[in-house]
């Protein structure tokens, strides 16, 4: 082969095989999180991020996660490393994860920046709103290459959240107070989803 047309041929494969752009996702902390490629080996810290990881048509990716992640139902087969406010850090380790799903409020945030500084890479979620559930499941979608189900799942979730406002609007305000805790006596605060969802449905906190 001539050195022109070598030369031709080299030039026209680079130009076709652009390189592969990491991903880039910023998390509810406002942390840039970035990957090579789409997570496959994935651990979460909450019950709720365990579900929003199957919605987003990633569940296969789970190996690992904490007590009470038991939906959906496939989810009770998942190796645990603890409980959201007590997590086995070195069993964590152990199973190698490209991606760690944190909870802000829930988890031991101290442990998750252990995990941190072994080199994990971390997304922290702090879902405060209804609204957030589905960018979440965008974000999710982003970070394990699942795009397609999980932003499907965003926008069947905003319609259902469309329609509960539109039959709840104009209805008399119903008071709620929401018990979480007897002794002491405990209840949640206004920018918390629990609050939103009981605006959702007619409720006032």
Not at 14 to 43: H, N, Y
Not at 74 to 99: F, H, M, N, Q
Request: hydrophobic share 45%; charged share 20%.
């Amino acid at each position: 082969m001539k050195i022109a047309s070598f030369l031709a041929l080299t030039v026209a494969f680079a130009i076709g095989t652009p390189a592969r752009a990491d991903l880039v996702v910023k998390d509810d902390t406002g942390q840039e999180i970035r990957l090579k490629a789409p997570a496959r080996r994935i651990v979460t810290l909450a019950p709720h991020a365990t579900e929003n990881l199957y919605a987003a048509g990633a569940g296969d990716r789970l190996v690992g996660t904490v007590d009470y992640s038991d939906y959906p139902p496939e989810a009770k087969k998942i190796p645990r490393i603890g409980s959201y406010d007590r997590i086995d850090l070195e069993a964590v380790a152990a199973l190698k994860p490209d991606l760690v799903l944190a909870w802000e409020s829930g988890n031991n945030m101290a442990q998750v920046n252990k995990l941190k500084a072994l080199g994990l890479t971390v997304h922290v979620s702090q879902p405060n709103t209804m609204d957030n559930v589905a960018d979440q499941l965008e974000r999710l979608g982003q970070l394990a290459g699942t795009g397609g189900v999980a932003n499907t799942a965003a926008t069947r979730f905003r319609q259902r959240l469309a329609e509960l406002r539109a039959a709840n609007a104009g209805k008399p305000k119903v008071r709620v107070f929401y018990q979480i805790w007897k002794s002491p006596l405990m209840t949640i605060g206004g920018p918390q989803i629990i609050s939103d969802a009981i605006k959702l449905c007619g409720g006032e906190n």
